[in-house]
């Protein structure tokens, strides 16, 4: 079946443009979760969402990024004037939601290079 | 910030051989899960330990887990090409559904 999605695969942008990252759930999938994975690292993470609503945004690293999931499925991570220090690899999960433990599916991730 | 650390942050075997790696974290922990992650396949969950439980196995995979020295170790026995990746550990501290704390990781190579 269908697996986590992103796109774009690859983002390559200028100092203090903005970008648009985007993530496409395991259908049914009420969990959301968006992570940052910088070189030689394990993932960092961002945000937490349980259907439309953010349970837990304690990861986001400051106020140039936000996230939204308007319907309840597909997100958007969005970072305002990006820094070179916000290149790095953006990864998506999505879990069920419903279980006391609940194993979170990773997507390919988005390569973020910031010029 | 990273929970933890995985010990070596490199390991170099012979296909065969069996691989152990190491995971100590910071917080007390409701789960922990490892993780392997190779360009193939991206990030792909392994296996998962209560923090009740001290031992469990998954076909080639051993996991053990010591609350009280706040450490875990992965054991891949029989190695084969195809296990070369990085390994993560990864630990939850709350309920349901978490926002897992990632370790550095092990990146493992399997020479044939």
């Known amino acids: 079946g269908a697996g986590v999605s992103q796109t774009p695969s690859n983002k390559v942008t200028e100092k203090g443009k903005y970008v648009e990252l985007r993530c496409d759930p395991i259908?049914?999938?009420?969990?959301l979760y968006w992570y940052r994975q910088s070189l030689g690292q394990g993932p960092e993470f961002l945000i937490y969402f349980q259907g439309t609503g953010a349970a837990d945004d304690s990861g986001l690293p400051n106020d140039r990024f936000f996230a939204v999931r308007p319907e309840g499925s597909v997100s958007t991570l969005k970072i305002q004037r990006t820094e070179r220090g916000d290149s790095a690899v953006y990864l998506c999960?999505?879990?069920?939601?419903?279980?006391?433990?609940?194993?979170?599916?990773f997507g390919p991730g988005t390569r973020l290079t910031v010029l | 910030s990273q929970q933890g650390e995985e010990d070596p942050q490199a390991l170099s075997i012979q296909e065969g051989e069996n691989a152990t790696m190491n995971c100590s974290y910071k917080t007390s922990i409701n789960n922990l899960q490892w993780y392997r992650q190779n360009s193939g396949r991206g990030l792909v969950h392994l296996i998962l330990i209560r923090s009740n439980e001290r031992e469990k196995h998954s076909g080639r995979l051993r996991v053990t887990l010591d609350t009280s020295k706040k450490s875990s170790s992965l054991l891949i026995t029989a190695s084969r090409a195809a296990d070369t990746a990085s390994y993560f550990c990864?630990?939850?501290?709350?309920?349901?559904?978490?926002?897992?704390?990632f370790g550095k990781g092990t990146h493992l190579i399997i020479q044939p």
């Open positions: 999960a999505s879990s069920s939601g419903l279980a006391e433990y609940d194993e979170q599916f």
């Open positions: 990864a630990t939850d501290s709350g309920g349901g559904a978490d926002g897992l704390t």
């Open positions: 259908s049914g999938h009420t969990a």
